[in-house]
């Protein structure tokens, strides 16, 4: 059912960074289920987690431990760990302390990745008995068996790779993600693992994954759910023999900072094209708003309105839900004689009635494409924000009401 | 697929309250689409109204009016004469002139109501034309008919009448209701009617209503998205023979009180029995808030979860989805070592956690039931507020991805 999302694009292995995945059988025997990823001595580790109170216990030991020497990231699907207490939070740590057995490396060098079912007991036999098996895989270029291997409910993997030349050197930013549902991220995401060979200054690095995590997987919603587990990392492996990259570093910086965010965008958006049940691509664009956080109560009040959500599946242009989520999203003192609503490049309500020049048969094409844009322009002031969502189908009830997830 | 909603029950008639309904064939030939209400001279109406900002015509219509006189209210279903802009106006004014030309009352003494699909023109002919027969049809025993007359997407009319003695008089109090989409009122609520005989302060009318759709209609939900039309009106009929009700009235003010909440109340619960595609009725109670906008907030990040309607839908007790949206709700600094959440009287999640004590048995058999409670015990306060909502079911997608509403 994905909406425009083909085969993995190719995935660039980055300098000092290895990946390795094992089944442990935690819900299906056979299933691919562990990923262990290597970073090389001295590289850095930023992430953004997620803002949900309930937040998993391995989201919780990431937290302490990121700022550290990061070695291993150790992810495990089918189970979140997520909801179970005290007992969750020491099985988070036994696996990390197998895998630092295994390796030599520090427990606190490690950190945990949990995904699937929330409030079950993680299996830490399960997990413990592939660690070896999936380090014995570890090699550069299994990026792609990586991001199949971190799959729950999505129906393909998600990557994305950008390498840019400088002074001589390339440098490479590859990235993996999931996630189908339970999608609203906030200040983070689902997962996603982005990794360069550029080496980073630490404070840099946390802002170029705060930048970009904002403006990519901080845009995206399925169902308006934001999961217990959300974690975006970005890793630098400083393998390039560039000097550490600044804000100072001028052009370097720019490259950089425009890659992540390219890849950022490119996996985020993948995650909304295999939205659970997704027939549909949708871009949300609110522009002329008062502030930006009134543009994103309109965003959001119309990537959420179920009413909307089943008109884009039915491919119907019935643009009075989109004018009544407009007009329920909560902006203050909304003039609504001054809003414009366009379908694709339809105008379809203006001066907030239909559009004198609006036919049925316009928006009923755009309607029938895969990806569509309903821009909205508020005519209050110059703040633009975009969100990127799905549509509401038969088939994402049936996912979530016949699965455990 | 209602759940728990029979036939109406009796609908005491109301004194000086009498009602009528014809066909004016809006969206199929034959359809009752016009109902006509008909209040005695000195009655009083109170009315709460949509809050969104892009509210239909015919509610502007009627906030300009309910303070005066009020003689006729006239409803349409089929078309909600809403994001019409300033053409819309005017067909709801000439509605309500063409009815005044047959009863002989002043235009401003006619408020009007609309119900139905977003965006289209009002046929005003058609409802022109329906008119005298409507008013043929007045009489205070045609609640029933008025109830079906009402609905859009309903499968059942929506009614309750309550009966109360004081000083050797019987006091009634009767209203109807319909809604089952785009429900999610916000100081008002899809089409409400209440009326009673007693003689009624208006001050003290306009607070009963409030106070009423505050603690019903504006509690439940059922997909999130607030109407442009919803409007509960509040009739005073004053046709009895006890003195004017105010709030110095005593016992007789408390059992009017009581009245009114509790016909709004059995109404406003008989929407989201009878809510889109519902095969669940769900009430969410959150108690030990701060205050009772986290209780809400927590209440209605439950009830408006995709993820937990499906999973009502799908009889799964899947209370890490519960405890996910507990979380995310943006309750400031929130302890999830302090909360525990019930399933029906199934202790499921303690202190953040699953319950020691819990086996998804319990869960199971919770879920099986057409009437299931979840109870949030947040340990923060002392405040509780209850919302009322819905599963999503496939039945939900077919009806708003098939159907023009």
Redo the contacts between chains.
């Keep these: 059912m994905a909406v425009g999302l083909g085969p993995l694009p190719t995935l660039h292995p980055v300098a000092g960074f290895e990946l390795g995945i094992a089944s442990a059988g935690i819900k299906r025997p056979g299933r691919k289920d562990v990923v262990v990823m290597r970073c090389a001595e001295g590289s850095r580790v930023a992430a953004v987690t997620t ?5 998993a216990a391995p989201v919780l030991v990431t937290r302490e431990r990121v700022q550290g020497d990061v070695r291993y990231l150790l992810t495990n699907t089918g189970n ?1 760990n ?7 939070l020491a099985n988070a740590r036994r696996t990390c302390a197998a895998l630092a057995g295994l390796t030599g490396v520090p427990e606190t060098a490690i950190l945990p990745f949990s995904t699937g ?3 079950e007991p993680l299996p830490v036999e399960k997990i413990e008995s592939a660690l070896q098996a999936a380090l014995d895989d570890l090699a550069p270029e299994h990026w792609a068996e990586a991001a199949t291997g971190i799959m729950t409910t999505d129906t393909l993997p998600k990557g994305a790779s950008r390498q840019f030349r400088h002074a001589g050197e390339t440098i490479t930013v590859t990235g993996i993600s999931k996630g189908a ?2 999608i ?1 991220p ?1 200040m983070a995401t689902m997962l996603g693992y982005i990794a360069t060979d550029a080496k980073v200054a630490r404070d840099v690095l946390q802002n170029l994954v705060l930048d970009a995590a904002n403006k990519s997987f901080n845009r995206i919603t399925i ?6 587990n959300d974690c975006c990392l970005l890793i630098a492996t400083g393998q390039t023999n560039l000097a550490e990259i600044t804000e100072a570093s001028g052009e370097l910086y720019t490259q950089l900072r425009q890659a992540v965010f390219e890849v950022c965008m490119e996996v985020a958006q993948a995650i909304v094209r295999d939205g659970e049940g997704a027939t549909k691509f949708v871009t949300v664009q609110v522009n002329g708003g008062g502030n930006h956080q009134e543009c994103l109560d309109v965003g959001y009040a119309v990537a ?4 909307i959500k ?2 884009l ?2 491919s ?1 242009p ?4 989109i ?6 999203a909560g ?1 203050p003192d ?1 003039d ?2 001054k809003i414009d609503v366009f379908l694709g490049d339809v105008c379809i ?1 203006s ?4 559009a004198a020049s609006y036919t049925e048969a316009q928006g009923a094409a755009v309607m029938q494409q895969e990806e569509i844009s309903i821009r909205i322009e508020l005519g209050r002031g110059t703040c633009s924000e975009t969100i990127w969502t799905t549509d ?3 088939e ?3 996912i ?3 699965y ?2």
């Design positions: 803002t949900n109170a309930f937040c979140a997520a909801g179970t207490g005290a007992e969750g079912v929330i409030g549902g339970m609203r906030n169902d308006g759910d934001t999961s217990t959420h309105s179920p009413l089943t008109a599946f039915a119907d019935n643009w009075g839900r004018l009544a989520a407009v007009g329920y902006v909304l609504v004689s309500a001066q907030g009635g239909r509401l189908s038969h994402y009830v049936r979530n009401a016949e455990r997830s």
